[in-house]
């Protein structure tokens, strides 16, 4: 099912407002809190709902979903019912003919319903605001980069993440040594003491991401971090609105390989800390042992910015809770020989000065 919240005053789509934490009419200034929005959702459903039992039920009444054409499901936008075409993992989306939020309801319900999400903090003017200055710090990037056409085109998006609590232990054995020199008449006397050195580590962690869309380059929401997860609050389909959100590609169980790669290292590096006040140490052996506690299907708030520029994607994206941002800066050629030439200027000038000192 296609679903948009409209406003109870006016009739409008309402949006989720990071600022106000509420969902906003942007005609008419009513607002609502996100479980004001879902009663009155569920309201409506019910008053709908016995209006069908009361009916026959209308047997031309189309689905909300109705073909597919390649990989795309079209589905009917619920406020112009234009065509909206979607892939099959989009959860929440926009018109392109009249700009109003969608949200593919049956992406996120019931097993698909995510159990926490942690709400846009970064507003959009916010979001442009840290990604012009960072590229301004920038001397030698492009103009085209942060140009007003460009900060546009920023979207912010639910990205779909596993949470994972995890128990995890390490046995390690390692040969260290512990030198001591001393001068006795015209000697110098080297003692080396050799240890066989156990540790038994142990340790929970909890909460640690991995973004479960495909179409999420990992290296980039890996860096994304850190979430506060205190701030993350139970899933509403109220939050979506005015957002767009992806569903789940890999499955928890898909996802753990590399998570467990994560924890294994970190358990590791815990277990090695331990051993200090060595000349040398070397592990010899190691045996690492994880349990998988739990998984919970969480939406995070990404700002995402992609810009196609001499044929190579550039991929940017914002924390949508803390405004970290993650990305590299490219290097204008024109502005890179400007700048070549005037540090080519200054050179001259300090060797000219030089010159004079000199004489
Ligand atoms: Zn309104
Ligand atoms: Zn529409």
Request: aromatic content about 12%.
């Amino acid at each position: 099912m296609v679903k948009t919240y409209k406003c109870p005053g006016c009739g409008a789509d309402m949006k989720y407002d990071a600022e106000a934490k509420k969902l906003s009419c942007e005609y008419c200034e009513t607002s609502l809190t996100v479980d004001e929005a879902k009663a009155l959702e569920e309201t409506k459903q019910q008053e709908a709902d016995d209006k069908d039992s009361e009916e026959v039920v209308d047997e031309t009444n189309e689905a909300d979903s109705y073909g597919e054409a390649g990989d795309f499901i079209k589905y009917k936008c619920a406020t112009c019912g234009a065509e909206l075409m979607t892939d099959e993992h989009t959860a929440a989306t926009f018109c392109n003919y009249c700009g109003s939020p969608n949200l593919l309801s049956e992406r996120i319900e019931g097993e698909k319903t995510p159990a926490m999400l942690i709400p846009f903090k970064i507003t959009k003017e916010k979001a442009k605001e840290i990604y012009y200055t960072w590229c301004k710090k920038g001397a030698l990037t492009p103009g085209e980069f942060f140009s007003q056409s460009t900060l546009e085109k920023m979207s912010a998006i639910y990205v779909p993440f596993w949470l994972y609590d995890y128990g995890a232990n390490v046995k390690m054995r390692a040969h260290c040594t512990r030198v001591r020199s001393e001068v006795r008449g015209n000697y110098r006397y080297t003692h080396t003491s050799h240890y066989r050195v156990l540790r038994d580590v142990s340790a929970e962690y909890l909460k640690i991401p991995a973004d479960a869309s495909q179409k999420m380059p990992d290296d980039v929401m890996d860096k994304l971090e850190p979430f506060n997860y205190g701030e993350m609050t139970a899933f509403e389909m109220p939050y979506l609105s005015g957002y767009m959100a992806e569903k789940y590609n890999f499955t928890s169980e898909e996802m753990a390989k590399r998570v467990e790669a994560r924890v294994a290292g970190y358990i590791s590096q815990e277990g090695r800390s331990t051993i200090n006040g060595y000349s040398t140490v070397a592990v010899t052996a190691k045996n690492v042992w994880l349990a998988k506690r739990r998984a919970s299907y969480v939406m995070l708030p990404v700002w995402m910015l992609t810009y196609r520029y001499k044929g190579k994607e550039h991929i940017f994206a914002i924390n949508g809770q803390t405004g970290k941002l993650v990305g590299k800066r490219p290097i204008s050629a024109g502005k890179c020989l400007g700048w070549y030439f005037g540090m080519l200027g200054v050179f001259t000038l300090i060797s000219s000065l030089v010159g004079v000192f000199v004489l």
